[in-house]
């Protein structure tokens, strides 16, 4: 029924703030049922059309709407557990799968290190052992040269001794041949054969021009010789033998038996020479044999290292395939898990944004209030014949679609409006106004200001995208450098400490020398003193020995010289003990009446007792110079063993000077390295510093722009939103708002690739552009 003028009012219009709490409702009511039919598939929307229309033949509207939001909500719970198992599971697969390549990536490093450090000893192998069969087959080369060398050699002087020896034998017959005809030529019963004198000549004649003819090249005759033979030659048919005969044969017998000795000394020096020969190929044969061996053996252990190397090779070129194949799907896994999280967290935050919606429509509409209000203001059927020229006192226009014949100001003014209260700005707001209180038909500062606010907003969006992937870059380099220098200092402090470990080691190993150089001269001082004490010791004794002697001599002399003044022969005066005969005489007794004898000695009488005494003089004299000798002897062995020790050991302490020079070299140029090291770790530590100080000092604003980057974006696109459908109210023309459309999809997506400004076009749609994003 229409309503008449002066009727009562409605409780809606009695309680103004029951009639916004229901318009809100209902708007959220219908964007939520519109949105639920978008997104459902075929089987929902059925369910749900069926529940609707079981649920439509009883109730009130709002009641049918209470259950459609029940059922709604219902729905989204039950899609918000589903999706949450979903989500899980792939978290879960997330965590293990990274945590799994992670591992695997860490276990590759290290193998990559373990196999690395194998590839450079094996190389190193290879290089050694190629080395030494070069070597080798220099050895072998040279040992078969000196065999073909040596063989060659034996070869000729063999065949210069069987020329020879078949020369000096043919010479040694034909010798032999003359001899036998000139000895039976000159024995007298020649002259009773019957062979003529003449016959005989002739055939000496012959058998000597044979020896001539056979005379060996190395035994050339002398002058002297040929001269004779000529000779004995010239002499012709006729002649007898003459005394040149007998020259010639004794000539002859010299020649042969000097070729025989000749010809055994030749075949004894052959049979050594080939001897040694035999010797010494038989030495250069087994060593030849032990080459090869050798060289067959290195060469087995270069195939097998070279095997071993390149299995190595590839099986750290496998690895590190797989390493990389293993990072880089840890890193995309990364990507994607971190993507699949934003993309879940933004949607259950708007599932729950949702929900929340409905929840409070529900209780809106199920309240006690709310119902009494329904129930006294809402009428059966549908109102009809209402006209736009009465104010309800309501704008109901903020949700519901505007009719066409609306004016462009409330257009644009609703817009505008409702996108500054979407995006909270204040901008926006004032240009709201400024469009409510233009007149009709005078736009153009509205649209100007419209235009500069949405440039503006266009370069506000590149602004943050440019910052925002700045910032990106920027952390990324400071992280890719961040890692580099890290692991450059961890290698820095690994070379320091295996410098510093060998550094102690040689210190360690100086110092030993060091104290082995004192130990040495210490031993060769005490060798010097000890030598010194005993070669003054055995001078001490010597002297002692010879003033002994001296004194021995002089009492021998003067013992001697009344035997020898008085001519007294004392016979040979022995010096050993065993010559020695003191010998004394029996007394015998005698009767008291014999008068004793008065016969005096003669003057020789005690001369075997003092011969006794020289003897022993002697023997004391000779034993002490004996003893001198024996001493001399003794120091001249000990000087030697002393000169030897201190040989001995100035070699050996010269061979330690060495070795601490060395070592000291060793030591400063270890130093040095490490120095250097340290210096390249400060350096990496400064740098590492520098990016970490850059870091913080871009942290603040990055960690902004990229964390405020959707939300401003988002902010920006409800502006431009409530630009570009104010903008198209005023202009008024299609034509222009669709080339304006246009413009604005291709601008947004080239600046930022699908994000930002590019969600415009969807959302100025008017059946659309109340409706949430989802």
Known sequence: ???????????????????????????????????????????????????????????????????????????????????????DKYACWCEKTTARKAAAIDEANAELRALGQDILSLKGKVATLAAEIEQLEADIAANKKAQAEATALRQKENAAFMAEADETKQALAALEKAITVLVEGSKPSALLQQRSSAETTAEATMAVKKVVAAMPVSKALNSKQLALLDEFLGAGDGAKYTPQSWT?????????????????????????????????????????????????????????????????????????????????????????????????????????????????????????????????????????????????????????????????????YAMLKEQATTAHSLRLAMLAVQVREAKVGHFAKVLSAIDDMIQVLKDEDAADIAKRDQCKDEYQKIESTSKDLKWKIKVNQATIDKLTKLIEKLEAEKAQTIKEIDEVRAHMTQLTEVRTAENQEFLKAKEEDQEAIDLLIAARSALSSYYTNHSIAMGPIQGSVKDLALSQQPEFDVSADQAPDAIFSDKGKRKNESKDILSILTMIIEDLNDEIKNTMKAEELAQLDYEKQMAAAQKLEEELVAKEESLTLSIAKRKKDRDDEEEDKEDNEEALQDEVDYKAKITDDCDWIIGAFYKRSEARTAEMNGLVGAKEFLAGYREHAAEEEEALVQAPRATTGGGGLARTVAQRRPVARHAPVV
């Open 1 to 87: 029924q229409a309503p008449t003028l002066g009727a009562a009012p409605s409780p809606a219009a009695r309680n103004p703030s029951s009639g916004v709490l229901f318009r809100e409702a209902m708007k959220r009511t219908t964007a939520c049922v519109l949105i639920f039919f978008a997104l459902a598939g075929a089987t929902v929307a059925s369910d749900v059309v069926q529940k609707i229309s079981l649920r439509a033949a009883s109730g009130t509207p709002v009641e049918r709407v209470v259950n459609l939001l029940k059922d709604l909500k219902e729905k989204l719970e039950m899609d918000e557990k589903k999706e949450q198992k979903t989500y």
């Open 248 to 412: 010639v044969q004794g000539m002859l017998k010299d020649m042969y038996e000097t070729f025989a000795t000749d010809l055994m000394t030749a075949h004894e020096d052959e049979a050594t020479a080939n001897t040694n020969y035999e010797s010494f190929m038989a030495t250069k044969a087994e060593e030849l044999k032990e080459l090869e061996k050798t060289k067959a053996k290195k060469e087995e252990e270069k195939a097998e290292a070279e095997s071993q190397l390149a299995d190595t090779q590839q099986l750290y070129d496998d690895t590190t395939a797989q390493r990389n194949a293993d990072v880089a799907f840890f890193d995309e896994t990364k990507s994607a898990c971190q993507s699949k999280h934003d993309e879940w967290t933004t949607r259950s935050s708007l599932r729950e944004e949702e929900i929340a919606g409905i929840t409070q429509a529900l209780e809106i509409l199920t309240s006690d209030d709310a119902r009494e209000l329904f129930a006294s203001a809402i009428k059966a059927g549908k109102e009809v014949g209402a006209e736009d020229k009465y104010d309800t006192g309501r704008d109901i226009t903020s949700f519901l679609q505007l009719g066409s014949d609306a004016t462009p100001t409330q257009h644009a």
